[in-house]
């Protein structure tokens, strides 16, 4: 994640970082790869990875350590939501091919209203 090791050192080395906060703001947590999720639930699931067992080390790191649980948290329910999400949108996508059929038929009973009208005009005029 944030391609950085995961070792201590490149961990202490990050959170120096000028833009460190403003990379987990702007974290495009939806691009996160199958891999990665993996990755991040092995450290997660881990007894000694909680924000109160990380403070003992680092107060910054413990802030980090709870924000990669809520990431994980959104990652979970996210795979979760993903089939209902995608049943949405697959209605969603048939609600509006309904919509599109009816204007076309509206649309086309318009314009044999129209040519009908007109050949009537055209017939009472001969």
């Not at 995961?6 to 120096?16: G, Q, S, T």
């Not at 460190?20 to 891999?35: E, I, M, N, T």
């Not at 049943?87 to 318009?110: G, I, P, Y």
Request: net charge negative.
């Amino acid at each position: 994640m944030l391609d950085v090791h995961c070792r201590w050192e490149d961990a202490k080395l990050m959170l120096m970082r000028d833009n460190f906060f403003s990379d987990l703001v702007y974290f495009d947590k939806s691009q996160l790869s199958p891999a990665a999720i993996s990755r991040l639930a092995e450290y997660c699931n881990s007894p000694a990875f909680t924000p109160d067992a990380v403070s003992q080390s680092s107060v910054a790191a413990a802030r980090v350590c709870q924000w990669l649980q809520a990431l994980h948290s959104y990652a979970q329910k996210h795979s979760e939501l993903q089939p209902v999400m995608e049943w949405l949108n697959s209605v969603e996508l048939q609600r509006k091919q309904v919509l599109l059929t009816d204007c076309f038929f509206n649309l086309t009973a318009a314009v044999l209203h129209l040519q009908q009208s007109t050949s009537l005009t055209s017939s009472a005029e001969i």
